[in-house]
């Protein structure tokens, strides 16, 4: 089945220590976003590429980037997390010619 | 002042009663709407999908979009303890060119069996 995976479900990293969080996508979509989402909170959109294009959120910390090598991965780095970025990270996808976005199970992220 | 409002809940119904979910939001240039469900840690899936108002029906649920009122609704027949979950509409403009989505919060919604 066509679908969005991200790895690993669950990850615990230490204050200020750099961590990376997978994505890949098997529906071809032009379209990869992250999204952070904190407990009883609506996702919040950090960034997207469309095909290779690059969209950061305003609001964005320079804390968190992103790399997309192709079509199918895209990868969120957090540089130094701090305790305030413990959350669900979550991956989407779209063909962007409609809205219709499809998420992956997401990332729960632990800072210690 | 929010784009969309959604009340949090948490809502807590019977099995078998009729369940409505409902969302304002303030930019008219909303095009394209939404519903999400989402259990205890996972990822949204997408359940409805309309563009501009009208009514969609799938099964057990039906999406209403009023774009006059602003008011968008998601309406559960017949709910099980299984479609106990988060319920979160989304919604979307082109005008911009911009392809994000914007969230209600959710509401969290209980089926007692």
């Known amino acids: 089945d066509a679908m969005v995976i991200q790895n690993p479900r669950y990850q615990v990293t230490q204050f200020g220590k750099p961590v990376t969080l997978s994505c890949s996508q098997t529906?071809?979509?032009?379209?990869m976003y992250w999204y952070q989402q904190k407990s009883s909170q609506a996702p919040k959109l950090l960034f997207h590429?469309?095909?290779?294009?690059?969209?950061n959120e305003a609001d964005t910390p320079d804390n968190f980037q992103s790399r997309r090598p192709n079509t199918s991965f895209c990868f969120l780095d957090i540089r130094s997390p701090g305790l305030g970025d413990a959350a669900m990270y979550l991956c989407a996808t779209s063909t962007g010619l409609q809205e219709t976005q499809y998420f992956g199970p997401g990332t729960r992220l632990l800072v210690l | 002042q929010k784009e969309v409002e959604q009340d949090p809940g948490p809502l807590s119904v019977p099995e078998g009663a009729i369940v409505s979910l409902n969302c304002t939001y303030s930019n008219s240039a909303f095009q394209y709407f939404m519903w999400y469900r989402q259990y205890s840690r996972k990822g949204p899936e997408l359940l409805m999908y309309t563009y501009s108002s009208g009514n969609k029906e799938d099964g057990r649920f039906t999406a209403q979009v009023d774009k006059s009122s602003k008011y968008i609704s998601l309406f559960i027949r017949d709910s099980q303890p299984s479609d106990s979950a988060t319920y979160l509409c989304a919604m979307s403009r082109m005008d911009t060119g911009r392809r994000a989505l914007t969230f209600g919060s959710g509401t969290r919604l209980q089926v007692q069996p």
């Open positions: 529906l071809n979509h032009n379209v």
């Open positions: 590429y469309y095909d290779k294009d690059f969209n």
